[in-house]
């Protein structure tokens, strides 16, 4: 079958609206036409080359729409179903991961099972086309998924709120779950962009005070505040940023800080783990700077602590969250008027605008501009 995607064909250069084919479902996996999909900014790190993919690809992945062909041995979604489409699993819910209740890491059906099989898209040139900042390749009119990476949800929800939920939401207000924030601690949000906002809802949610927003950008900080914020931190402003977690903390130093600024670096790791209580947790979202020689830095960083201390270092993939019952959950939350998604949402543009729509991202214009099919 033909269809439109916005192509990566070289790092960092405007993408291409192309018509492509895209095979029939195999076994296991479902065509779905494409709603909405947000850019986020894994998107930009995957079509700038910060992180691994082929080329060409297609990025975009946090995305919903409708089933429309299911391949053999699809049980759990059928055609006509409205589905979020994810990066991560909803597990087999048998294995030990499953059973413990982190389907995010089941070991029969991992989270990147897919990224391994051929794409199922070509190119006019007969080149197999890639998916890039994860397996959805949601830029474009039609995605081809494992069952597994999908969760279908009311027929009522916005599908341009629907799509923030795919990544945006799982992998900030999740976070906070996972992290294990309790009522009355104290967080700090690094970074004030859609998943750092989202964080900062989680946080909020779970009954943190004080909720700190730290961002170099005034417009971003008064965003955080809307959503939540107690505190909010301009690094630009204040001399000792460490020093200002500290003072808004008692002395001590935050609970929890979520580091979910782009530009992630070992530097701001080490930061944050500075920022932090010494019985803190630090959890890192962002994927920006994943170097090699950030991984290893990470690997350190897990067991620093530091001396005397019982510090924790997370960096779960999309906030580790169980997405089978999360994300219909987020979908009830904002329904009933406990989730905010709508004032995340800057513009909404066609295909042809994607690249407008990414340039609104990069300039920090923009929390989440949506691409409506």
């Known amino acids: 079958m033909k269809m439109r995607a916005a192509v990566c064909n070289k790092h960092g250069k405007p993408l291409e609206i192309e018509e492509i084919d895209v095979i029939d479902p195999r076994?296991?996996?479902?065509?779905?036409?494409v709603d909405a999909t947000a850019v986020c900014q894994s998107d930009l790190h995957g079509i700038d080359g910060d992180v691994p993919g082929k080329l060409p690809g297609i990025a975009g992945h946090e995305t919903a729409g409708h089933a429309i062909k299911t391949g053999e041995g699809v049980h759990r979604i059928k055609v006509g179903d409205y589905v979020c489409c994810t990066t991560t699993t909803v597990g087999c819910g048998f294995c030990d991961e499953c059973l413990a209740g982190r389907r995010s890491n089941c070991t029969i059906h991992p989270m990147m099972e897919q990224a391994m099989r051929q794409p199922g898209r070509s190119n006019s040139k007969g080149e197999p086309v890639s998916t890039l900042a994860g397996k959805v390749g949601g830029f474009a009119e039609y995605v081809l998924l494992d069952e597994y990476a999908l969760v279908k949800i009311d027929e009522s929800m916005p599908v341009d709120k629907a799509c923030l939920i795919s990544c945006a939401v799982i992998s900030g207000f999740g976070s906070a779950i996972t992290a294990g924030v309790k009522p009355f601690s104290s967080a700090a949000i690094i970074g004030t962009g859609s998943v750092?906002?989202?964080?900062?809802?989680?946080?909020?949610?779970?009954?943190?005070?004080?909720?700190?927003?730290v961002?170099?950008?005034?417009?971003r900080l008064e965003a955080a505040k809307r959503f939540g914020a107690t505190h909010m931190i301009n690094v630009n402003e204040v001399p000792d940023t460490i020093q200002a977690v500290k003072d808004l903390t008692g002395g001590k130093g935050a609970d929890y800080v979520f580091i979910t600024a782009t530009t992630a670096s070992n530097a701001l790791s080490k930061q944050a783990i500075e920022m932090s209580s010494p019985n803190g947790v630090i959890c890192r979202i962002s994927l920006g700077g994943m170097t090699p020689e950030t991984m290893q830095d990470i690997e350190w960083m897990r067991g620093l602590a530091g001396f005397g201390t019982s510090r924790k270092f997370i960096s779960p993939m999309m906030g580790g969250s169980n997405i089978i019952q999360d994300i219909p959950n987020y979908v009830k939350m904002y329904q009933a008027g406990r989730l905010q998604l709508d004032s995340l949402v800057t513009g909404h543009y066609p295909l042809d605008k994607i690249n407008e729509a990414i340039e609104k991202l990069r300039s920090a214009e923009a929390l989440r501009s949506i691409i409506m099919m």
């Open 27 to 33: 076994p296991g996996e479902v065509l779905v036409k």
């Open 196 to 213: 750092g906002i989202n964080a900062i809802q989680g946080t909020t949610f779970l009954g943190a005070c004080p909720v700190i927003a």
């Open 215 to 219: 961002d170099m950008l005034d417009s």
